[in-house]
Antibody, heavy 121, light 108 residues
Framework: QVQLVQSGAEVKKPGASVKISCKASGYLFSSYAMHWVRQAPGQRLECVGWINAANGNTKYSQKFQDRVTIAKDSSARTVYMELSGLRYEDTSIYYC??????????????WGQGTLVTVSS | DIEMTQSPSSLSASVGDRVTIACRASQNITNYLNWYQQKPGTAPKVLIYVASTLQGGVPSRFSGSGSGTDFTLTISSLQLEDFATYFCQQTYSPPPWTFGQGTKVEIK
């Protein structure tokens, strides 16, 4: 069955960087794009960016453009998201989510369990 | 960015009630609208995609309707396991996509 397993919780100081991993199993890795979505406490879900797992092309939300890098290791079936210059307001749960995109439909069908990133001095 | 606005932000209902949640887009998104359910401490789960298509395994008491800018999620007869937060998401524009702020369904 499809599974997305993320790395564990992180506590970082302001200005630091964090790198989160998302290991996929149960499907052909290169066939589905992977998105990163975050959720601050009590806030709406917010898309950070995504990667085409076939060719490695990435696209980032303008809000995070200067601070985020999404990459993949196909041999390890793993996608990574690194966020630099952390601020207190980056404290959130970060999810990876697989996207179904075909025949006029696009939606997230599988999600990782979430990784809590806490920015604290 | 396309803004998504849900109403209400929260509601209280009883088991067996019919519940309706609205989602409005800031511009025409045709039918590129998805609904997710999220329970505390868990990731969201897709219920409905392209406005009205039920994801496999989702109970038929859930339904979606609408097109253009106005959409609705309806739960025909609320069950205990339906108490959760519901989000709409537009996928009309190129990603990254945007979500509504969520509607929390609580027990009356």
């Amino acid at each position: 069955q499809v599974q997305l397993v993320q790395s564990g919780a992180e506590v970082k100081k302001p200005g630091a960087s964090v790198k989160i991993s998302c290991k996929a199993s149960g499907y052909l890795f290169s066939s589905y794009a992977m998105h990163w979505v975050r959720q601050a406490p009590g806030q709406r879900l917010e898309c950070v960016g995504w990667i085409n797992a076939a060719n490695g092309n990435t696209k980032y939300s303008q809000k995070f453009q200067d601070r985020v890098t999404i990459a993949k290791d196909s041999s390890a079936r793993t996608v990574y998201m690194e966020l630099s210059g952390l601020r207190y307001e980056d404290t959130s749960i970060y999810y990876c989510a697989r996207v179904v995109a075909s025949r006029g439909r696009s939606y997230f069908d599988y999600w990782g369990q979430g990784t809590l990133v806490t920015v604290s001095s | 960015d396309i803004e998504m606005t849900q109403s209400p932000s929260s509601l209280s209902a009883s088991v067996g009630d019919r519940v309706t949640i609205a989602c409005r887009a800031s511009q025409n998104i045709t039918n590129y609208l998805n609904w997710y359910q999220q329970k505390p401490g868990t990731a969201p789960k897709v219920l409905i995609y392209v406005a009205s298509t039920l994801q496999g395994g989702v109970p038929s008491r859930f339904s979606g309707s609408g097109s253009g800018t106005d959409f609705t999620l309806t739960i025909s007869s609320l069950q205990l396991e339906d108490f959760a937060t519901y989000f709409c998401q537009q996928t009309y524009s190129p990603p990254p996509w945007t979500f509504g702020q969520g509607t929390k369904v609580e027990i009356k």
